[in-house]
């Protein structure tokens, strides 16, 4: 079974500082890695995923994110967090199969940047 | 940039009625998934479609869910007799290979009364 823990309900930075928001996975095989984010009332939107090759992946609005297999961590960072980052933050898994198959979100990190 | 269209955006129901979400997937994607999100608490996996059947579903998905794909566009969630437990935000999901590229809707928020 594959699972996602995010250990933090919530992180609190001010605006300007690097932030990181943290996830931990377990799955069978190579993961897929995904991090989406959603605002108030509305829908996940996808920031970054890592599939294979290079372990820091880039992704929308200035995040990245570090693949490391050892620690089978996933952790989300951005070099200067903004007001406009503050949301809710999903780090997501999948195994790689051959079939269409889940994706297991974690519980969820708020992100709340403060001036 | 392509999009994932769910509507409506917002349904409340009676307990006990039937509902229908409809999902307009990315028209060239080949895997469709619906998940929900209780409010508060963490999006969890449905169900997910490939080749005109389900793949793979969760325990949340009995015999009170059904999902279709009535034509060449729409994908649709039927909850046969909704329970007050119902009540989540339902996403939308598709994507053009196994694994890879997931786009989710901006979801319907179902509310049973």
């Known amino acids: 079974a594959q699972s996602v823990a995010q250990p933090e309900d919530q992180v609190n930075v001010a605006e300007g500082n690097p932030l990181t928001v943290k996830c931990t996975y377990s799955?069978?095989?190579?993961?897929?890695l995904f991090w989406y984010v959603q605002y108030p009332n509305r829908g996940l939107q996808f920031l970054l995923k890592?599939?294979?090759?290079?372990?820091l992946v880039k992704g929308s609005y200035g995040f990245e994110a570090e693949f490391n297999k050892s620690q089978t961590s996933f952790h989300l960072k951005k070099p200067s967090a903004l007001v406009s980052d503050s949301a809710l933050y999903f780090c997501?898994?999948?195994?790689?199969?051959?079939?269409?198959?889940?994706?297991?979100f974690g519980t969820g990190t708020r992100l709340q940047v403060t001036l | 940039e392509p999009e994932v269209t769910q509507t409506p955006s917002h349904q409340v129901t009676q307990m006990g009625q039937e509902v229908i979400l409809r999902c307009v997937p990315i028209?060239?994607?080949?895997?469709f998934y619906w998940y929900r999100q209780i409010l508060g608490q963490k999006v969890e996996f449905l169900v997910s479609?490939?080749?005109?059947?389900?793949?793979?579903k969760s325990e949340i998905f009995d015999d009170q869910f059904s999902v279709e794909r009535p034509d060449g566009s729409n994908f649709t969630l039927k909850i046969r007799s909704t329970k007050l437990e119902d009540s989540a935000m339902y996403f939308c999901?598709?994507?053009?290979?196994?694994?890879?590229?997931?786009?989710f809707g901006s979801g319907t928020r179902l509310t049973v009364v």
């Open positions: 999901a598709s994507s053009l290979a196994s694994g890879w590229g997931y786009t």
């Open positions: 799955v069978s095989g190579n993961p897929y």
């Open positions: 890592y599939i294979t090759g290079d372990n």
């Open positions: 997501a898994v999948r195994a790689w199969s051959g079939t269409a198959s889940k994706l297991t």
């Open positions: 028209s060239n994607h080949l895997y």
């Open positions: 479609f490939y080749n005109n059947e389900i793949s793979e």
